[in-house]
């Protein structure tokens, strides 16, 4: 069968479409740019139909009567003024015009610098976020980074993420610890070092937050805090990390800041505490702000292992009983608190048998200031005497029921040698000073949900309360007063907490360390008995 010939529209044709379609084409475009005017102005009046009758319907109805009254007035006035009509259509027209002019459209999105981080941070979680048995996988190499992140992203000034949320699989474990510590380096190191990031798990959501963490602020110093009785305050942490703020006094100025606040007594939970860091981290610090704090309301003992002076200022102070820093004095004065503890639960309990309240001095707080136990341990074995550790036992067993605080600061180095009464009974911990996660894990029981930066001013560092959550903590500025290098600000800061001030002292270039001698005695001899008390009964 021959073929016929196609018809010649359908063979020669196409030509002629093309031609019409550009001619239609640019009939419209000229359409639109003629009546574009028109347009804009049309769009602005219903624009503004749509906010005027929004605005018709929020308003009350017993108030709609006096709006129409107001309107028809305004109208009845446009309409007698000379011209009132034309005006008034020639207002309307150019706020309508204005209203409906084209806005340039938001910006969404990264730039091409952001999506490339965001990129790179996605194919750096594949291998976390991934099997190879998922048929459709949320996380792929090459994959499509908007499903996972999503628009929750925000980036600096300088192009680094300051806010992320990724949304994981549900077979990723994220229960377990290593799983998320490992995903968590991987977004500090994709996200920019030196920084210290916050991560959200919200397990049900299957969703990560992590966000920067402004730096806490280094400038508050010692001074007398807003605290009820048995209070006292760590440090401070962020503002949405506790319920609570107390005005403090920064520089020249007055703001309200979130404390960490450590409760003690006879009602506390973790009434020891055990504070860890590496040489130069403000443990010393912590250690004398509450030396200055723990004045305000009970007697205090202090015991120095490293004999370098830092305590100095506290000599002779009252209700001060010792400042120790030889072997001998820090035996005899813990053997001291050790008998001073029996009495009071002795005592305490002879008055609630006998229907009394108990006794002042068995109601005033005695603090016990421990730092450094591991070189005194170190002398003590060396001569054949008891660690000063072991004498620790009673106070914190039973400290609590007799109104003794333990405080116990060590280096990270010699937590080995902390005996296993101290590490069992110091329920609330600090940790200060650049350290890894593991390192603070071994003090806090539990990692932080923070990176730990490399670089920390003193005083920065994490505390935790029982089984609380990880802190933030940024101890107040507590330098020794004797010390050269120390601002005159802070000095005067510290000289004015201490109680029953000497004469005013010029400043010295540097305090004596303690001579450990045999025949070493307490600063204040005068509060401290020359022999230990012995408990009756």
């Known amino acids: 069968m021959a073929r016929r010939p196609l018809p010649r529209v359908l063979s020669s044709g196409g030509a002629s479409i093309t031609r019409g379609r550009a001619f239609a084409r640019t009939a419209a ?21 749509g906010a005027a009758r929004q605005k018709w319907a929020a308003t009350p109805r017993d108030r709609r009567g006096h709006v129409l009254f107001v309107v028809a007035a305004c109208v009845l006035g446009v309409a007698l003024v000379p011209h009132g009509p034309v005006l008034a259509v020639v207002s309307v027209m150019g706020a309508a015009a204005w209203k409906g002019r084209a806005r340039t459209p938001a910006k969404t999105g990264p730039d091409e610098a952001g999506a490339a981080r965001l990129r790179s941070l996605y194919e750096a979680l594949v291998p976390h976020f991934s099997v190879a048995e998922d048929p459709g996988p949320l996380f792929s190499h090459g994959g499509d980074w908007d499903k996972a992140f999503g628009s929750s992203y925000a980036f600096d000034d300088d192009g680094r993420l300051t806010r992320l949320q990724v949304t994981y699989p549900a077979y990723f474990p994220d229960g377990d610890p290593a799983a998320r510590t490992r995903v968590e380096q991987v977004l500090d190191t994709k996200s920019g070092r030196g920084r210290e990031y916050h991560f959200s798990w919200d397990e049900e959501g299957n969703r990560l937050l992590m966000t920067v963490l402004d730096p806490l602020p280094a400038t508050i110093a010692a001074q007398r805090f807003v605290t009820a009785p048995g209070e006292t305050v760590l440090g401070f942490t962020d503002a949405d990390a506790v319920g609570r703020t107390v005005p403090v006094r920064d520089g020249d100025t007055t ?73 001998s004095g820090a035996l005899a004065t813990l053997e001291w608190a050790a008998h001073e503890t029996e009495r009071r639960l002795i005592a305490a309990n002879r008055a609630r048998q006998a229907g009394h309240p108990e006794p002042e001095d068995v109601k005033r707080p005695l603090w016990i200031l421990l730092d450094r136990p591991s070189a005194l341990g170190h002398l003590a074995a060396a001569e054949g005497r008891p660690d000063p550790q072991e004498l620790l036992q009673v106070p914190l067993r039973h400290g609590r029921a007799a109104g003794v ?11 080995d040698a902390l005996a296993e009464t101290v590490r069992a009974h110091t329920r609330a911990r600090a940790v200060l000073g650049p350290a890894t996660r593991d390192q603070v894990r071994s003090v806090l029981g539990v990692q932080p949900h923070t990176t730990p930066t490399p670089h920390m001013p003193p005083g920065r560092g994490y505390a935790r309360l029982g089984t609380g959550p990880v802190l933030r903590l940024q101890v107040p500025a507590t330098p020794d007063p004797y010390d050269g290098a120390t601002s005159e600000a802070h000095r005067q800061a510290v000289l004015d907490l201490l109680p029953g001030a000497l004469a005013p002292v010029e400043r010295v270039p540097e305090a004596a360390p303690c001579e450990d001698a045999a025949g070493s005695v307490p600063a204040h001899r005068d509060a401290l008995v020359a022999a230990p008390a012995v408990a009756e009964g």
């Open 29 to 49: 475009d000229s359409a639109t740019d003629v009546l574009h005017p028109l347009i804009t102005v049309t769009r602005g009046l219903r624009l503004l139909a």
């Open 255 to 327: 703001r309200d800041a979130a404390p960490v606040v450590w409760r003690t007594g006879s009602r506390s939970t973790e009434p020891h505490l055990l504070a860890v860091g590496q040489p130069g981290s403000g443990v010393t610090t912590l250690m004398r702000s509450l030396a200055l704090q723990a004045l305000q309301q009970g007697d205090l003992l202090v015991v120095e292992g490293a004999g370098t002076g830092e305590y100095a200022c506290l000599s002779g102070r009252d209700g001060v009983l010792a400042v120790e820093c030889g072997l």
């Open 405 to 415: 605080t333990v405080v116990v600061a060590d280096h990270f180095d010699a937590l």
